[in-house]
């Protein structure tokens, strides 16, 4: 079996931007003292910016400054699955 990796190539903000309206909700990932950590997120854009909004039940822990990870995929919203 062979896995063709294809080529990973940066994208520039602007078509960040766009991929991100398309999007509803995303993941954010980040270390802390506990570990890797991974959560979803509501994501919107305001102006050129992304706002994320965690859920009452959320135990976000990354802070400002901090490196973190985003990444958003489409939701099957009859499987909840994505």
């Given at each position: 079996m062979t896995v063709d990796?294809?080529?990973?190539?940066?994208l520039g903000a602007a078509?960040?931007?766009a991929l991100v309206l398309t999007a509803e909700l995303g993941r954010?990932?980040?270390?802390?003292?506990?570990?890797?950590?991974v959560?979803?997120?509501a994501v919107a854009?305001?102006?050129t910016a992304?706002?994320?909004a965690a859920g009452p039940h959320s135990g976000a822990r990354?802070?400002?400054?901090?490196?973190?990870?985003?990444?958003?995929?489409?939701i099957d919203p009859v499987h909840r699955s994505g």
């Open positions: 990796h294809g080529i990973v190539e940066p078509e960040s931007l954010l990932a980040f270390t802390d003292e506990r570990g890797p950590t959560e979803p997120f854009v305001e102006d992304i706002v994320l990354a802070t400002a400054g901090q490196t973190v990870a985003f990444e958003v995929d489409e």
